[in-house]
T-cell receptor, first 117, second 114 residues
Framework: AQKITQTQPGMFVQEKEAVTLDCTYDTSDQSYGLFWYKQPSSGEMIFLIY??????QNATEGRYSLNFQKARKSANLVISASQLGDSAMYFCAMREGRGNYGQNFVFGPGTRLSVLP | DGGITQSPKYLFRKEGQNVTLSCEQNLNHDAMYWYRQDPGQGLRLIYYSQIVNDFQKGDIAEGYSVSREKKESFPLTVTSAQKNPTAFYLC?????????????FGPGTRLTVL
């Protein structure tokens, strides 16, 4: 079963508009972390934002914010004021547990975002 | 500057040949990972290592081998047993033991089998 689901293979947004990229996850752990990465066409993976399962407030990093709804097991990425440079693949990832297990990250299939001028 | 280096950036291999992809990090991270990415797809875990001299198979380990003789280095060998090795390979590292530490990625190696 898929642990990370990203239901939008591709998204378009107008420059300067906000866009939400969806991510739902599946875990039975109480302790886990959720991450978003950006992958431009060059292939590098750029860390954007992190949300811990015990964090009560939604994470924010500049123009990025994470809409965390724990009961629904969703961790959507919101990009405000889109820029042309935001065009890239975006991956949602989860790291379960702590300590001697759960060292693996699980990645979703990604969403390709295209920002239109 | 701390980071992860992968070499080479592009690699061409003839069918039937083994090839080794290099991954080095100076972040003092215990855990290191290898992922494979096919065009338009997500990342699939090949191998990971939590400490020196120890490594575990990921989801798609068949046809690959690794070693972890030094904390800083985690080379990946693509063997002739890997039937479809043409892909983009990403190496990553992270702090071991806590769920809030992100993975840091290298720039990747694009392998093409001729």
């Amino acid at each position: 079963a898929q642990k990370i689901t990203q239901t939008q293979p591709g998204m378009f947004v107008q420059e300067k508009e906000a866009v939400t990229l969806d991510c739902t996850y599946d875990t039975s752990d109480q302790s886990y972390g959720l991450f978003w990465y950006k992958q431009p066409s060059s292939g590098e993976m750029i860390f954007l934002i992190y949300q811990g399962s015990y964090d009560e407030q939604n994470a924010t990093e500049g123009r990025y914010s994470l809409n965390f709804q724990k009961a629904r097991k969703s961790a959507n990425l919101v990009i405000s004021a889109s820029q042309l440079g935001d065009s890239a693949m975006y991956f949602c990832a989860m790291r379960e547990g702590r300590g001697n297990y759960g060292q693996n990250f699980v990645f979703g299939p990604g969403t390709r975002l295209s920002v239109l001028p | 500057d701390g980071g992860i280096t992968q070499s080479p950036k592009y690699l061409f291999r003839k069918e039937g040949q083994n090839v080794t992809l290099s991954c080095e990090q100076n972040l003092n991270h215990d855990a290191m990972y290898w992922y494979r990415q096919d065009p338009g797809q997500g990342l699939r875990l090949i191998y990971y290592s939590q400490i020196v001299n120890d490594f575990q198979k990921g989801d798609i380990a068949e046809g690959y081998s690794v070693s972890r003789e030094k904390k800083e280095s985690f080379p990946l060998t693509v063997t002739s047993a890997q039937k479809n090795p043409t892909a983009f390979y990403l190496c990553a590292s992270s702090i071991y033991g806590v769920s809030y530490n992100e993975q840091f990625f290298g720039p990747g190696t694009r392998l093409t089998v001729l």
